[in-house]
């Protein structure tokens, strides 16, 4: 059996939410009682995001490649990044990893492929709605992406920090944020939204929008097994 290596802690809530996520999708994938091998080590947030917000990049690879051979010490055959915003340097840890990386924006613009949108919304932190990462993914595929509006950003770079990273989801800040997917949806004819940030879904997973979300933990954590079992 295959093991999977996940690269946590940026930040917890998602990591739980990942590892809940793919217990219930390996489960319905096998249907024979088994459980996937994982390996997890959990890393700290801040230290990422201070290096990524100084733009220190050759840094952040460092920091990452070395806790990715961790994971291969450890037995991993493959491993992933849960989270958004470390994929600004996925190409690089790519290269310099012994183990193969699933990618969770290469796997999102696969499903966005697959649907036939050719206009999305982004959420994120504010480095993700920033970088050009996801942009760049995706106009490969012929799919432009749209960002909130400046203090939109700062509204959910703020929420998302101070909140959702701690587990606090207030009914307040998830209208909010439907109000802004709206916008985007009617004045900006978004077809679709992707959370690009893993605990945008744990405050608007079984919320209703006018568009679909596209839930970047449930598309890499499928992904994710699709590897193990292949």
Known sequence: MKTLGIVGGIGPESTIDYYRSLIKVWREQTSDGSAPSIVVNSIDLKKM?????????????????GEIERLARAGANVGLLAANTPHIVFDELQRRSSIPLISIVEATRSIAEGLGLRRLGLFGIRFTMQERFYPDAFSKAGISLIFPEEDEQAYIHDKYMNELVGGVFLTETRDRLLTIIDRLAKQEHAQGLILAGT???LILRDTKSDIPFLDTTQIHVKAAINALLS
Do not use: F
């Open 49 to 65: 995001l201070d290096l990524i917000a100084a733009n220190k990049l050759l840094e952040t690879t460092a920091y990452l490649s």
């Open 199 to 201: 605990e945008l879904p």
